[in-house]
């Protein structure tokens, strides 16, 4: 079993900018493809950004490509996403998740393990 833990949200305005980290536990996710996804009031999670196992492949929403940068440090089993330019459509509880299949994918139902989220709120 893997535990995974966000932090790093908050309340930060416009064009402003976040670190979310996502600290792993229970085993080593260095062989799992990771991702990150969000969830706004009223509406579908939906996919933000992916990395493999290695960290040699990431893969962006249209909607975050160019502002958000995601990477890993296996050494410290954790996961980052780098949110730079934040916009008030950015606001959403964020949550990372594992996937044991060692291929990277979109889709969260494709993910074996989630995180309990963290709250970006961007104020305008």
């Known amino acids: 079993q893997v535990q995974l833990v966000e932090s790093g949200g908050g309340l930060v305005q416009a064009g402003g900018s976040l670190r979310l980290s996502c600290a792993a536990s229970g085993r080593t996710i260095s062989g799992y493809p990771m991702g990150w996804f969000r969830q706004a009031p009223g509406k579908e999670r939906e996919f933000v950004a992916v990395?493999?196992?290695?960290?040699?492949?990431?893969y962006y929403a249209d909607s975050v490509k160019g502002r958000f940068t995601i990477s890993r440090d296996n050494a410290k089993n954790t996961v980052y996403l780098q949110m730079n330019s934040l916009r008030p459509e950015d606001t959403a509880v964020y949550y990372c998740?594992?996937?044991?299949?060692?291929?990277?994918?979109?889709?969260?139902?494709?993910?074996?393990?989630w995180g309990q989220g963290t709250q970006v709120t961007v104020s305008s």
């Open positions: 998740a594992a996937r044991r299949f060692p291929v990277v994918s979109t889709n969260g139902e494709d993910y074996d393990y």
């Open positions: 990395i493999s196992r290695n960290g040699g492949s990431t």
